[in-house]
């Protein structure tokens, strides 16, 4: 039996009290329907029996990242409520913000970046007591208050609050075991309350079951090879701290993890003077075409004011951008 600690903040205290936070343990969470497909039906034909087993009743509210669920609950005042989340990636190793936000010893860092959305009513909520990660050793971890990541900002703390159309973004962090990859995160409405999970899985990372017996017969096993998912994980992350370096202007880091690569002959000090009218760099899209290569949308606002968009690739190889290939779109 698997014993869970679970960290509750102050925020969903005062949820489960009646206070301030309009989230209610009667919340729920259902997958977001997709996009209607416009495209003519197809003919009417018998389709042959399905040897595929059906989903289960639990995997309805489960997906990859980038999954979008809705939650239903209502406020303190008995309204109805619903918003949407959804993960939109993880980071695994995460840098912290600084010195103070490290991990312990023994652990790494790792972080999803989650996007809410308010459709009906004004939702409030603890993204901290709400989130949790489940690990490739079948343990869970709950999100941890202690830590602040470099990628960005922990919503307020932690709280949430949005009315229809509305958007929030923020990072979760989680304290992981090194030597553990993170295999799930999940999202319990009503700050943890609610039986309600919605789960997101992060593809490719190792199961914690013991490796099956090899018979005496068979020829030895090739040595296994990182999954490219998990390596995927750790090329985006690289591309995110990139561009987090450039816009702490930390230009020795930024150069160390890739810019000395990037500066087409020119050498540090130009490099970096090409910075010089670049107020702010934000990643939109980021996502990983193929092993070790993250493609990627970019928003760099200048100190005039104007804003100019990229897409392009940037190829990563043992934590460094080796090469890339970048196009201005706007």
Not at 62 to 70: A, D, E, K, L, Q
Not at 314 to 323: F, H, L
Request: some cysteine; aromatic content about 6%.
């Amino acid at each position: 039996m698997r014993t869970t600690v679970k960290t509750i903040s102050a925020a969903a205290v005062a949820a489960a009290l009646g206070g301030g936070l309009a989230a209610c343990s009667t919340g729920s969470v259902t997958k977001a329907a997709p996009p209607a497909k416009t495209s003519a039906p197809a003919p009417a034909t018998t389709a042959p029996a399905s040897t595929t087993p059906a989903p289960t009743a639990s995997d309805p509210n489960s997906g990859p990242v980038g999954t979008t669920f809705n939650v239903t609950g209502t406020d303190n005042q008995g309204n109805d409520t619903k918003y949407s989340v959804t993960v939109v990636h993880l980071i695994e190793p995460a840098s912290a913000s600084d010195e103070f936000n490290t991990a312990s010893s023994g652990h790494h860092l790792a972080g999803a970046e989650v996007q809410v959305t308010g459709i009906t009513g004004q939702s409030t909520d603890d993204a901290f007591s709400t989130m949790s990660a489940q690990g490739s050793d079948d343990q869970t971890y709950e999100s941890s208050i202690a830590n602040t990541l470099a990628a960005g900002n922990t919503f307020n703390s932690g709280e949430f609050h949005v009315g229809p159309g509305q958007h929030e973004t923020g990072w979760v962090p989680f304290e992981i075991k090194d030597g553990v990859d993170v295999a799930s995160v999940q999202w319990t409405a009503s700050s943890g309350f609610s039986d309600s999970v919605a789960t997101w899985t992060v593809t490719g990372t190792p199961p914690a079951a013991a490796p099956a017996p090899t018979p005496a017969t068979q020829a030895p096993a090739p040595a296994p090879t990182q999954p490219a998912a998990s390596s995927n994980v750790k090329a985006e992350a690289v591309v995110t701290q990139f561009f987090q370096d450039i816009n702490n202007h930390d230009y020795q880091a930024a150069w160390a993890l890739g810019g000395d690569n990037l500066n087409g002959g020119t050498g540090y000090d130009k490099w970096v003077a090409g910075y010089a009218t670049t107020a702010q760099d934000t990643l939109g899209m980021l996502v990983s075409s193929s092993p070790g290569v993250v493609a990627f949308t970019l928003s760099a606002t200048h100190t005039d004011g104007t804003t100019g968009t990229y897409q392009g690739t940037y190829t990563v190889q043992n934590g460094v951008i080796v090469s890339g290939d970048v196009r201005q779109t706007s």
